[in-house]
């Protein structure tokens, strides 16, 4: 570690004139690629087996995952336990209707497996819920079982959401991929099924369902009008997504930046930790781009027109927003939507013909990919080693905050380290879920287990913080230049600062 998808038999029917039929609100035109695309292999269930298990690998390849905020739903999690058992005064259980279905998942795993194996299962059905309701919609959008499509789908499910630890999101927008696969067709029953599954996938978060229900809207719009109209509303939607905009800015609270323009063509995924994910991210778009030219025209429906209102969204809309009745921004609205891109921008190309060059690119990037994914999540884990190490020696059910950081990684990789060690040790003290009203395990008043104000929560994190009195004793963990952990009990009235270090 360094200190960082006839006519059979019988007479052709007699030609009488008459007029043509009108097509139903739900039809489809097949893409032309497709059309002209080989004959798909037939792949029975131990295709879909094998692909499943290859899919599980990364969750199960290092001692723990390392995902983010994982670490801090598990943490609490035990909270939520301690409160049941009437052991946490000054928190409680809220009852809320949306950002919940991962940690009642996490919960329920919890109590009966206990946390190493909770997190493993948990994130294992988020993985497969994800992974395979795109590939469900990339092949109901493209009319053909899209295998060619699944490498990509498998990078991004292991992307930058994946281990910033956003579940929530994660886990909704899988189910509103299943969602869109069964009301693409605009059919009753799918849409039946369809709503069903985005009324559960508004429990876990609601972002993804507001986009699918604005998609499947478009949808019924594009066909309703037809391709003479195309161009028209695609001009229309830009422009509500800038009235939109417009809106958010003025009722509340809300942040844009510039740099959300590099996340439009969805690539910013495979971007995890550092600049060497950049290599994956260029590769990814190089083929992507070789593929979309051999579609030509066929690519030119209403998928590509919601792959670019999507980009558009991403890169118009605020990033962040105050919500009324939080204590914290909604933040990383673009970086997560990017990843809904990928998956419609997979749809586009799933009915481009396919040559043996693009498997071999594909297999190339995606072991590359994984590769540093596996490397770095090892360093990641020698590091929690030292952290569980060090809340090893401190005294039983004090307060600990972890003063470390390398802030040149894209992803917060170590902030919530502490947060799993200390489950059923220590009191993570920094721990911003409680605070920010956002989740289920809220602050009510001070106590001995965490801050009650996310600013001070923030302000440990990054090291601004003063100690107060009654934050005493507060157990500190710092990494000096050697890498070496120690363990101080900084006074009241001093900055409890942070040391930066080269993990990665």
């Given at each position: 570690?360094?200190?960082?998808?006839?006519?059979?038999g019988g007479?052709?029917?007699?030609?009488?004139?008459s007029?043509?039929?009108?097509?139903?609100?739900?039809?489809?035109?097949?893409?032309?690629?497709a059309a002209?695309?080989?004959?798909?292999?037939?792949?029975?269930?131990?295709?879909?087996?094998?692909?499943?298990?290859?899919?599980?690998?990364?969750?199960?390849?290092?001692?723990?995952?390392?995902a983010g905020?994982?670490?801090?739903?598990?943490?609490n999690s035990?909270?939520?336990?301690?409160?049941?058992?009437?052991?946490?005064?000054?928190?409680?259980?809220?009852?809320?209707?949306?950002?919940?279905l991962?940690d009642?998942?996490?919960?329920a795993?919890?109590?009966?497996?206990?946390?190493?194996?909770?997190?493993?299962i948990?994130v294992?059905?988020a993985?497969?819920?994800f992974?395979?309701g795109?590939?469900a919609?990339?092949?109901t959008?493209g009319?053909?079982?899209?295998?060619?499509m699944?490498?990509?789908i498998a990078?991004?499910?292991y992307g930058?959401?994946?281990?910033?630890?956003?579940?929530?999101?994660?886990l909704?927008?899988?189910?509103?991929?299943?969602?869109?696969?069964?009301?693409?067709r605009?059919?009753?029953?799918?849409?039946w099924?369809?709503?069903a599954?985005?009324a559960?996938?508004?429990?876990?978060?609601a972002?993804?369902?507001?986009?699918?229900a604005?998609?499947l809207?478009?949808?019924?719009?594009?066909?309703?009008l037809g391709?003479?109209?195309?161009?028209?509303?695609?001009l229309?939607g830009i422009?509500?997504?800038v009235?939109?905009?417009?809106?958010l800015s003025g009722?509340?609270?809300?942040?844009?930046?510039?740099?959300?323009?590099?996340l439009?063509a969805?690539?910013?995924?495979?971007?995890?930790?550092?600049?060497k994910y950049?290599?994956?991210?260029?590769?990814?778009?190089l083929?992507?781009g070789?593929?979309?030219k051999?579609l030509?025209?066929a690519?030119?429906?209403?998928?590509?027109?919601?792959c670019?209102?999507?980009?558009?969204g991403?890169v118009?809309?605020?990033?962040?927003?105050?919500?009324?009745g939080?204590k914290?921004?909604?933040?990383?609205?673009?970086?997560?939507?990017?990843?809904?891109?990928?998956?419609?921008v997979?749809g586009?190309?799933?009915?481009a013909?396919s040559?043996?060059v693009d498997?071999?690119?594909?297999?190339?990037?995606?072991v590359?990919?994984?590769?540093?994914?596996f490397?770095?999540?090892l360093?990641?884990?020698?590091?929690?080693?030292?952290v569980?190490?060090?809340v090893?020696?401190?005294?039983?059910?004090?307060?600990?905050?972890?003063?470390?950081?390398?802030?040149?990684?894209?992803v917060?990789?170590?902030?919530?380290?502490?947060?799993?060690?200390c489950?059923?040790?220590?009191?993570?003290?920094?721990?911003?879920?409680?605070?920010?009203?956002?989740f289920r395990?809220?602050?009510?008043?001070?106590?001995?287990i965490?801050?009650?104000?996310?600013?001070d929560s923030?302000?440990?994190?990054?090291?601004?913080?003063?100690?107060?009195?009654?934050?005493l004793p507060?157990?500190?963990?710092v990494?000096?230049?050697?890498?070496?952990?120690?363990?101080?009990?900084?006074?009241?009235?001093?900055?409890?600062?942070i040391?930066?270090?080269?993990?990665?």
């Open positions: 570690m360094e200190v960082t998808l006839k006519n059979v007479r052709p029917p007699k030609k009488t004139p007029r043509k039929k009108k097509k139903p609100v739900g039809h489809a035109e097949p893409p032309a690629a002209a695309a080989p004959p798909e292999p037939v792949r029975g269930p131990l295709w879909y087996a094998v692909a499943t298990v290859m899919l599980l690998v990364p969750c199960f390849w290092q001692p723990r995952l390392q905020d994982l670490a801090s739903h598990i943490y035990w909270l939520a336990e301690l409160i049941a058992q009437g052991k946490a005064p000054g928190l409680s259980i809220a009852s809320q209707t949306t950002n919940v991962f009642l998942i996490l919960s795993l919890y109590r009966a497996i206990g946390a190493g194996m909770a997190q493993r948990a294992s059905f993985v497969l819920v992974a395979w795109a590939f919609f990339v092949s959008v009319q053909r079982r899209a295998w060619n699944l490498p990509w990078l991004a499910a930058w959401v994946f281990h910033m630890g956003f579940f929530g999101f994660y909704s927008l899988g189910l509103c991929f299943w969602a869109l696969a069964f009301a693409w605009l059919e009753p029953r799918g849409i099924i369809a709503a599954l985005l559960l996938a508004y429990v876990a978060h972002l993804p369902v507001l986009w699918a604005g998609i809207g478009y949808l019924w719009l594009a066909r309703r391709p003479a109209y195309g161009s028209k509303l695609l229309g422009a509500a997504i009235v939109l905009h417009l809106a009722a509340m609270p809300a942040r844009w930046y510039p740099s959300q323009i590099s439009a969805g690539v910013d995924q495979m971007f995890v930790f550092d600049s950049l290599v994956v991210s260029a590769a990814t778009l083929v992507w070789l593929l979309f051999r030509g025209a690519a030119r429906g209403p998928l590509f027109q919601i670019v209102l999507t980009a558009a991403i118009l809309l605020p990033t962040a927003v105050a919500i009324p939080y914290h921004s909604l933040v990383y609205i673009t970086e997560r939507m990017s990843l809904a891109l990928v998956v419609c997979c586009v190309l799933a009915s013909p040559r043996p498997r071999y690119i594909t297999a190339g990037v995606a590359l990919f994984f590769g540093m994914l490397r770095d999540e360093l990641l884990n020698r590091f929690e080693d030292q569980e190490a060090a090893a020696q401190i005294p039983p059910m004090q307060r600990v905050i972890l003063s470390v950081e390398q802030s040149d990684l894209r917060n990789a170590l902030a919530h380290m502490i947060d799993r060690a489950i059923g040790r220590c009191y993570s003290y920094a721990n911003y879920e409680p605070s920010t009203a956002q395990v809220r602050v009510n008043a001070p106590n001995p965490v801050t009650p104000e996310y600013a923030w302000g440990m994190q990054i090291g601004t913080y003063v100690v107060k009195e009654s934050d507060l157990y500190q963990l990494v000096d230049v050697g890498g070496q952990m120690h363990i101080l009990t900084p006074p009241a009235g001093q900055q409890c600062g040391t930066a270090i080269r993990v990665l």
